[in-house]
C-alpha cells in the first residue's frame, strides 16, 4: 500500500504569509494526488487535483507543484479565510489514504 | 445541482450495529462510484472504500472487513454503510463523496458509541 507522509503537523502563521505543506508518497503515484481543505464542521472541500490542477472557484494563492514523490501545497499570501486544517490523499490506485494533515492556525 | 444528504447523527450501544444511508440528487445515481470516509473526534480523515452503485460491487480497507457493509438501493439512489459491532473507536463523524477526489461531499453523520 502506498503511504502518505504530510508535515508539517502545525504551522503557526500571520495573514499575508506564504504558507508551503508537504506531502510525501512512499511510491510513484503518477501526480493523482489532491489537496483539501477544512473547517470545524464542515466536510473537506477540494482545493486541487492531478497534483497542480486548481478546482474551479478555488482562489490562485492556492498552487500545487510535485517534484517525483513530494508534493507541495503553497498558498502564495495567506488570507484570514485559509485558517484551517489541510489534507492530501492519493488516487492512483487502492487503498486511497490520506495525509496526516496540517493545521493553519494563527501565530 | 448535486446533493449527498445524510441521515442523522446516532447513539449507539458498545457491540451495537449502525446503518448511515446517503441520498444523492441532481445526477445519475449509478454513474459514480460513493465514497466513505469517517473523521473520528480530532483526528485526521480516513478513507474506508467505496460502492459502486451501479452493480453493488465494493472495495473495503482491510481493517473494516467483514465487520463494514456498503450496499445501494437504486430506487432511492440511496447508498448505505452499516458498521456492526461497533467500539468506542467507530465515534466519528462519517461522511459520503461522489467519487475522490470530489467537490461533492455529504454533510456528515455523527456516531457515538457510549455505554
Known amino acids: 500500500d502506498i503511504q502518505l507522509t504530510q508535515s508539517p503537523p502545525t504551522l503557526s502563521v500571520s495573514v499575508g504569509d506564504r504558507v508551503t505543506i508537504t506531502c510525501r508518497a512512499s511510491q510513484s503515484i503518477n501526480s493523482w494526488l489532491a489537496w483539501y481543505q477544512q473547517k470545524p464542521g464542515r466536510a473537506p472541500k477540494l482545493l486541487i487535483y492531478k497534483a497542480s490542477t486548481l478546482q474551479s472557484g478555488v482562489p490562485s494563492r492556492f498552487s500545487g507543484s510535485e517534484s517525483g514523490t513530494e508534493f507541495t501545497l503553497t498558498i502564495s499570501s495567506l488570507q484570514p479565510d485559509d485558517f484551517a486544517t489541510y489534507y492530501c490523499q492519493h488516487y492512483d490506485n487502492y487503498p486511497r489514504p490520506f495525509g496526516q494533515g496540517t493545521k493553519v492556525e494563527i501565530k | 445541482q448535486v446533493y449527498l444528504v445524510q441521515s442523522g447523527a446516532e447513539v449507539k450501544s458498545p457491540g451495537a450495529s449502525v446503518t448511515v444511508s446517503c441520498k444523492v440528487s441532481?445526477?445519475?445515481?449509478?454513474?459514480?462510484?460513493l465514497h466513505w470516509v469517517r473523521q473520528a473526534p480530532g483526528q485526521g480523515l480516513e478513507w474506508m472504500g467505496w460502492i459502486n452503485p451501479n452493480n453493488g460491487d465494493t472495495h473495503l480497507v482491510e481493517k473494516f472487513q467483514g465487520r463494514v457493509a456498503m450496499t445501494r438501493d437504486t430506487s432511492i439512489s440511496t447508498a448505505y454503510l452499516e458498521l456492526s459491532s461497533l467500539g468506542s473507536d467507530d465515534t466519528a463523524v462519517y461522511y459520503c463523496a461522489r467519487d475522490l477526489p470530489s467537490v461533492f461531499w455529504g454533510q456528515g453523520t455523527l456516531v457515538t458509541v457510549s455505554s
Open positions: 441532481g445526477y445519475a445515481f449509478t454513474g459514480y462510484y
